[in-house]
């Protein structure tokens, strides 16, 4: 079956650092990915997705990259901020007539000034 | 709504009592999903409603749970003879045609 594996947080940064959150997926066919992030008191919501290999998914200064050969799509921003303190969830989609998101487990991000 | 409203946001019970959650999603979103986030797991699916076509319950933990969902409103989840491995967060999300999911910020179960 499908699965995603995130690294385990929390993650402590300063404010201004570099950020990368990895994760690794396992599934059938060819899987769209997503990066989900929630906000403290908030719902979950999407922060950026790649649907095939070598995409790029960007938003808010945040990027990752689909990568096939390595089954990863790992979260990077070069200069976090207070504000980008939250949970993120990496998730796939698989290809099966309509979006059953897998979700890894989320990993906590605090950035302090 | 602007969003996805789900209600209680916080439920404590005593095990054995049944417990009805309710989401209202996005106005015009055929898709409704339920998940549930038990501490430091990951979302976990249980159900899917899309449009007027048969339930995907393939998520469903145990025949204790069930939803409904009539037409393109409102989902109720119930849980029956809650036990305390049911406590968790239950998350509701909704979508159009795509696979953008907008979700609510969840009922925090908690089975004493």
């Known amino acids: 079956g499908n699965s995603v594996t995130q690294m385990e947080g929390p993650v402590t940064l300063s404010e201004e650092a570099f950020l990368t959150i990895n994760c690794t997926y396992t599934?059938?066919?060819?899987?769209?990915l997503f990066w989900y992030v929630q906000y403290p008191g908030e719902g979950l919501q999407l922060l950026l997705k790649?649907?095939?290999?070598?995409d790029k998914g960007s938003n808010k200064g945040f990027e990752a990259t689909y990568r096939k050969e390595t089954t990863s799509f790992h979260l990077e921003k070069g200069s976090v901020q207070v504000s980008d303190s939250a949970v993120y969830f990496c998730a796939l989609s698989d290809r099966s007539g309509y979006s059953t998101l897998t979700f890894g487990k989320g990993t906590m991000l605090l950035v302090s000034p | 709504g602007a969003g996805v409203s789900q209600s209680p946001s916080n439920k404590v019970t005593e095990k054995g009592k049944d417990v009805e959650l309710r989401c209202d999603p996005i106005s015009g979103h055929t898709a409704l999903y339920w998940y549930r986030q038990r501490l430091g797991q990951g979302l976990e699916f249980l159900i899917y409603f899309q449009g007027n076509s048969a339930p995907d319950k393939s998520g469903l933990p145990s025949d204790r749970f069930s939803a409904e969902r009539t037409g393109e409103s409102v989902s109720t989840l119930t849980i029956q003879r809650t036990q305390q491995e049911d406590s968790a967060v239950y998350l509701c999300a909704s979508s159009s045609r795509n696979e953008k999911l907008f979700f609510g910020s969840g009922t925090q179960l908690s089975v004493l």
């Open positions: 599934a059938t066919g060819y899987p769209s």
């Open positions: 790649a649907t095939k290999a070598d």
